[in-house]
């Protein structure tokens, strides 16, 4: 349970920054929280995963596609930072 619990702090860490740029800018929209949404069901599912019969190749697939969704809301935020910058 330890490591899991370290492994909240990590990545999903970028996940909580990214989402106080989110509210803070303004950005919120329905992509946004499914994307959201998405994110903590799979960081859920790592958990559960982790916490139970830990199997690496079901847990790696689960952290995989919930990076990917980090990636895609942190693109997405930069993007729309970018082009709200320039107006």
């Known amino acids: 349970?330890?490591?899991?619990?370290?492994?909240?702090?990590?990545?999903?860490?970028?996940?909580?920054?990214?989402?106080?740029?989110?509210?803070?800018?303004?950005l919120v929209d329905e992509i946004y929280i499914w994307l959201s949404w998405g994110y903590v069901l799979l960081r859920y599912l790592h958990?559960?995963?982790?916490?139970?019969?830990?199997?690496?190749?079901h847990r790696f697939s689960i952290f995989a596609c919930s990076n990917f969704i980090l990636i895609s809301i942190w693109l997405r935020v930069l993007g729309q930072l970018i082009m709200y910058g320039n107006t």
């Open 47 to 57: 958990s559960v995963i982790h916490l139970s019969y830990n199997k690496v190749t």
């Open 1 to 26: 349970t330890t490591h899991n619990l370290q492994n909240l702090f990590e990545f999903p860490l970028l996940f909580y920054i990214a989402i106080l740029f989110v509210i803070n800018y303004g």
